[in-house]
Structure formats: C-alpha cells, structure tokens
C-alpha cells in the first residue's frame, strides 16, 4: 500500500522540538526561592505540557505574590535568557522537521510557551520550519483542550483529523488526541504508557515516512 500524506503536521516545542523542561525549572526553582519558597524537581514535572496561565495559579498558591501575567512573564523571560546561551534541540527533531519541509508538508508549532517564546525557537532554526505558529496567549483553553491543535490545523487551512500531532506530554497527547489528529508520542522528560490512541516513538531517528506509515496505518 502506498503511504498517504497527512496534510500537515502539527509540533508542539517544550520537550518536542526542545528540550526546554530543564530551563523552565530553573526558572521555577528561583521564582518561588524568591519568596521564601521551595520548589522540586518533582513538582516541576507536574507542570509540563500544562498552560502558563494555569501554572501561574499553582505558584501563586505556593506563596509567589504576583500577578499571573507577571508570573508568566518572569517566567519566560529566564527560559529565554538560558535559550540565548544554547538552544537545547532535541536529538532528531531539526532533522524530521528539515525533511517535512524539503518534502513541503506544511508545519504549524503549537505550544502553550508565549508566542514570543515560540517566535524565538522558530528564528533560530536557521530556515523558515513553520508557517504558523499559535502560542498559549494565543488560545481561551490550554492543553488539554483540543482548541491549541484545533487552531493550528485552521491556521494552515486544513482539518486536524487530517494531521499528525508530535508531543510529549500527557496534556499536550490529550489535547491532540481531542482535536482528531493522529498523534506520535515522543515523550522525554514524562512517562506516557502505551495507549491505543496514539503511537508511541523514540524523536531520535523518527522520520517523514515513519510519519506517513503511522497516518496511514491510521487512516488507511
């Protein structure tokens, strides 16, 4: 059977594309050690794939006295200020994505960063990867929701049960999986157990036919 093309491919960027989860706890980490709090590594990962605004309300909870708009700002901006010193891509991600855009399968990145966060990721990739790009101010609902992958697909004037979703945290898979996309796990940092909806791969050596096999395989 020949392999079908999805119509685009939907990527989320923390922990996907980037490796970014060490830079953000290092951010949380000196947040709430600046008012008094500790906070763990532990607690960080109960945090990946989740919105900005909704993590702003947990740390508020542990004592940081700011606004969330304040929290997510601070936030970003120390994540930022570690990505102007190394851009942690994951092994095999640029890789994938140079392919999917040498092949011209259209690319959104979907990710519940800041969209000047995001903004910054796609500049430094050194080629135009994504024509579109929605970030977590950018949405009413965070992941899980499926509005992020809802709004990507529309941004590239396709249906998301035509796309394939890369992610990799339990959040992220949720919102894609509602959205209707066939969705690729890559999970990193988080565990994701092995689940009918979506197909579980190692990044690393993942490549467009692989993606065009698992759509097929789906869709077909």
């Known amino acids: 059977m020949t392999s079908l093309r999805p119509a685009a491919v939907l990527w989320d960027m923390d922990g996907t594309l980037v490796d970014t989860e060490p830079y953000w706890l290092v951010a949380e980490i000196e947040l709430v050690a600046s008012f008094g709090g500790v906070w763990t590594v532990e607690d960080g990962m109960q945090l ?125 898979v949720a919102s894609a999986v509602a959205a209707g996309a066939v969705v690729v796990a890559v999970p990193m940092h988080v565990q994701l157990e092995d689940d009918a909806r979506y197909e579980l791969r190692d990044m690393s050596g993942l490549t467009a036919s692989d993606l065009f096999d698992i759509y097929t395989a789906r869709r077909a």
Do not use: N
């Not at 994504?130 to 809802?150: C, M, N, R, T």
């Open 48 to 172: 990946v794939g989740t919105g900005l605004w909704h993590s702003a309300r947990i740390f508020q909870g542990r004592g940081v006295d700011l606004s969330e708009d304040e929290i997510v700002e601070r936030l970003t901006s120390r994540v930022l200020d570690q990505v102007a010193v190394r851009v942690p891509w994951r092994p095999g991600a640029r890789e994938l994505l140079t392919e999917l855009v040498e092949l011209g399968i259209p690319t959104a990145l979907v990710t519940m960063s800041t969209r000047r966060m995001a903004e910054t990721i796609a500049a430094s990739i050194g080629f135009t990867g994504f024509s579109a790009i929605v970030g977590g101010d950018d949405v009413e609902h965070s992941k899980p929701h499926p509005q992020p992958y809802l709004l990507g697909a529309e941004a590239l004037g396709v249906s998301a049960t035509d796309c394939v979703a890369l992610e990799d945290s339990p959040p992220g």
